[in-house]
């Protein structure tokens, strides 16, 4: 009898032990999955803001010293990855989440996704993965999320060595009287672990978790930030040439492994019929200008423009490395009118211009004047603002030039030297493919364009500079269902970019497989491109598959383009031409 | 006949009685106090299971109707006011409004009136981010959390700048924890859209402290701290808080595809 008591309140004891057990997961993976969620959410809206210059970071874990202090539950500003500490909750936004100990929970962010130090930046696209290992398993995650549990006494495992966990009051906190074996090692990380030393509860955040989230927010700012600044790089007020009814689109590079492509523009895209066969679209030609621009041919000599005053004899040469055009030679005064201005002018034609992103940079060109009499040292001279004009052919042709001092004024008798000197680097790199720009470099720094799409409407770019602008029959065209048959809506696209996203299907990136970058008939090589709906799809299916396609409008003809409403759900919406065209994803 | 024994058939006496009476209602007391405490427990933990409850019905009512509700009024017979969204009649807890607006999200436990309850039938509160916005991108039209249109328009940019959680009423003001308050806040003043709450045990009759009256008295500025008998400073509390932070609100939104 008393044995079978014994029985009973020993078994009835283990029953009651491992139901709590039970009960405390459960209530640990509540609170671990509401932590993930707002990290989710919390990296996803930083990384939308304008001004973020890492986007897609996720915040530090809470230094250690900020335990028991006022500081408690704000992240650090950088963190030496992989980083171990507290969730900061506070800069989540989050109640002190604890886990059924009534431990506050603890966060592990992975190298590359948080800011090691205060000018490292990060490096975070579609195709970025987590670098932590989990479970023996490289690179599997981005970040783990740690409920404690009871504080316990550990024999060594995992590299560890044996301790005695204490839960002090005051800081610094020790990761080891918190986490137990590989988790208190910090190199590698365990989510579970046979044996009675450890009692630590982790929900992983994978790189697929946060990306929809980074994606969405990324094509959110390429639409504010990125695409109104590609209508301004080519346009009549910087480019003669350019028709005033709308800017000029640089030719795009063919698509091939965003990994090993040059980013050149190819004009030969835009011919009719293009070579290759699709029509003016593929990468954004986010090359630079120092690869690809030279000189078309031998400039010509200094010309005066203004009639007054004349060149009396000059000598061009290149300056070592052919880069640099120099003429130098003696101009004589206007000698009925002395008072007159002189202006000297070179020019210059430019290859490759409209295969690039590209601007002018002024200051690559100097004057320079002095007596000509004896040697004394050049004074430079303020020189005029370059001006251009954009060639069929995609280069580009610079006029520069400079007012001479008057020889009069300057006692000079009736004849001084000029210096006139043109670099090549006066057609420079345009702020959006330079990733030190404080506005655009995230662009480029993170390298968006290697899953960024881009397409032009052919009558935009230089090839048909002859016959300028898109029409009703030869724009883009997008989501063609909803009205392009009975009028020009969204058949009046001059250029669109479409934010791939991640693989749908797991394929290594980058591979030059177009395929595995978009979708629908965004993949297809026609003129149509469509929105659908985000969607991964499990068990149903869809005509169109999985979509994570992002199309980015980045200018039209007309004024605006006005909202449309399917089923009563708006699916475009533009309130005019300066302002960003955003689309939305609704059924 | 035999005389019975008068001592034998004596009764308890008074004193023996009395002594009984004493041990037995000192039992019953200990047995009653325990049991009301365990109610109370029980009380507690069933509001904390409703406010959680609420906490994922309203984001859920957010996926489906790219907006958070507005909070029902104490005309509005439990429906956010005005129903469909929009600019809220009143959009931080008061005492006319301000409750849960069990009949839009579908909340079950009610009153006769069509209010979500806590455990003590005392309705539960329910707050919404309606002031300036900060950070936005683009537009920032108003009201943003509450209208579909405005928060599409304004994108996931736009963050809240109304709603903030202190640990202590002292020291607060109406729009922040003061600028020098004795403890930290709980919250950043740009990341909480909307604040749950129960009144507890003793509910909306005035008798808590400075912090209770704090989460009252229609501003967007909210105490929330462990439970406090009357006594400490700023007196009794028992409310029972959560909150849903910006993150959680926009990382659904763009999960479901209605943002950006």
Not at chain 1, 297 to 313: C, D, F, K, L, R
Not at chain 1, 352 to 358: E, P, S, T
Not at chain 1, 400 to 412: G, K, L, Q
Request: hydrophobic share 35%; net charge neutral.
């Amino acid at each position: 009898m008393i044995v079978l008591v014994f029985a009973y309140v020993v078994t009835s004891r283990l029953n009651a032990a491992s139901r709590f057990v039970a009960v405390d997961r459960n209530q640990n993976a509540v609170m671990l999955a509401r932590a993930k969620l707002a990290l989710v959410g919390y990296v996803a809206q930083l990384a939308a803001q304008a001004g973020e210059a890492n986007p897609g970071r996720l915040p530090c874990p809470e230094p250690f010293g900020y335990y028991n202090t006022a500081n408690e539950g704000i992240a650090a500003a950088n963190c030496t990855l992989p980083a171990v500490g507290r969730l900061p909750w506070r800069t989540l936004g989050l109640d002190k989440l604890t886990d059924t100990a009534g431990e506050p929970l603890w966060y592990v962010v992975s190298p590359g996704w948080a800011l090691p130090n205060s000018t490292t930046p990060t490096v975070i696209n579609s195709d970025s993965q987590g670098q932590l290992t989990i479970d023996g398993a490289a690179n599997d995650s981005v970040a783990l999320i740690i409920a404690p549990g009871e504080r316990m006494t550990t024999a060594a495992c995992g590299g560890a060595a044996a301790w005695a966990q204490v839960r002090p009051v005051a800081g610094p906190l020790d990761v080891r009287n918190y986490l137990e074996c590989e988790n208190a090692v910090s190199a590698s990380f365990v989510t579970s672990r046979p044996g009675q030393t450890f009692n630590d509860q982790a929900v992983r955040v994978r790189a697929a978790d946060l990306m929809p989230s980074i994606e969405a927010a990324v094509a959110d700012r390429i639409q504010r930030e990125i695409a109104p600044a590609l209508r301004t790089v080519y346009t009549n007020s910087n480019y003669s040439g350019i028709p005033s009814s709308s800017p000029l689109y640089p030719y795009p590079a063919p698509f091939s492994n965003p990994g090993t492509s040059s980013y050149q523009g190819s004009a030969a895209l835009c011919q009719s019929p293009p070579d290759p066969s699709y029509p003016c679209q593929g990468l954004l030609p986010v090359n630079q200008a120092s690869s690809m621009v030279a000189y078309q041919s031998t400039p010509g000599n200094a010309v005066e423009t203004q009639g007054y005053g004349y060149i009396v004899s000059q000598t061009c040469s290149w300056e070592s490395t052919n880069d640099v055009r120099i003429c130098e030679g003696v101009y004589h005064e206007y000698t009925a009118e002395p008072w007159r201005p002189i202006v000297l002018r070179m020019t210059a034609t430019f290859t490759n211009m409209a295969m690039g992103l590209r601007a002018l940079d002024g200051a690559r060109f100097q004057a320079y004047a002095r007596d000509d009499s004896g040697t004394p040292p050049w004074s430079p001279i303020a020189t005029n603002a370059p001006s251009a004009t954009m060639n069929s052919d995609g280069s580009v042709t610079v006029r520069v030039s400079a007012t001479m001092p008057n020889i009069d004024a300057m006692s000079w008798d009736t004849q001084g030297e000029f210096r006139l000197r043109l670099e090549r680097a006066i057609i420079t790199d345009h702020p959006l493919v330079k990733s030190t720009d404080p506005t655009y470099g995230w662009f480029t720094r993170n390298q968006w364009q290697r899953v960024l799409y881009y397409a032009a409407a052919q009558k935009n770019t230089a090839y048909s500079l002859s016959s300028f602008g898109c029409g009703s029959t030869n724009c883009l065209r997008f989501n063609e269902g909803l009205g392009c048959g009975s009028g020009a809506n969204y058949c009046n696209i001059r250029a669109l970019m479409v934010l791939g996203g991640a693989s749908l299907s797991n394929a290594s990136r980058p591979n030059g497989n177009l395929s595995d970058y978009l979708e629908g008939d965004n993949e297809n090589g026609g003129t149509f491109y469509e929105q659908q709906r985000m969607r991964r799809l499990t068990n149903v299916t869809h005509p169109k598959g999985p979509w994570n396609d992002r199309v980015i409008l980045v200018d039209w003809t007309g004024t605006s383009l006005l909202l449309t409403t399917v089923n009563n759900h708006p699916q475009v919406v533009a309130d005019t031409s300066t302002s960003p065209v955003r689309t939305y994803y609704l059924p | 006949m035999h005389m019975r024994d008068q001592r034998h058939e004596r009764g308890f006496t008074l004193t023996e009685l009395a002594v009984v009476f004493a041990i037995v209602s000192l039992l019953l007391a200990a047995g009653l106090y325990t049991l009301s405490a365990q109610t109370d427990q029980r009380n507690f933990e069933e509001t904390r299971q409703r406010i959680e409850a609420a906490r994922s019905l309203l984001l859920a009512f957010a996926v489906a109707n790219g907006r958070l509700p507005c909070p029902a009024t104490s005309t509005s017979a439990g429906d956010e006011a005005p129903a469909g969204g929009g600019t809220c009649t009143g959009a931080y807890p008061s005492g006319t409004g301000g409750f849960l607006p069990a009949r839009a999200i579908g909340f079950q436990i009610t009153d006769a009136g069509g209010y979500a309850v806590d455990a003590w039938g005392n309705r539960i509160r329910y707050a919404v981010s309606a002031g300036a916005l900060t950070g936005c991108a683009g537009t920032s039209s108003l009201p943003h959390f509450t209208s579909a249109t405005n928060l599409r328009l304004n994108g996931l940019t736009c963050q809240p700048n109304d709603l903030v959680v202190c640990r202590t009423a002292t020291g607060i003001t109406s729009t922040t924890c003061g600028a020098s308050p004795p403890q930290p806040p709980l919250t950043n003043q740009t990341t909480v859209v909307a604040v749950i709450f129960a009144t507890g045990k003793t509910g909306n009759q005035g008798t808590g402290g400075a912090d209770e009256a704090a989460n009252l008295n229609g501003d967007g500025v909210f105490v929330w701290h462990t439970p406090n008998p009357a006594g400490p400073t700023n007196g009794e509390f028992d409310h029972q808080m959560t909150w849903i932070t910006a993150g959680e609100l926009y990382g659904r939104l763009v999960a479901a595809g209605l943002l950006p």
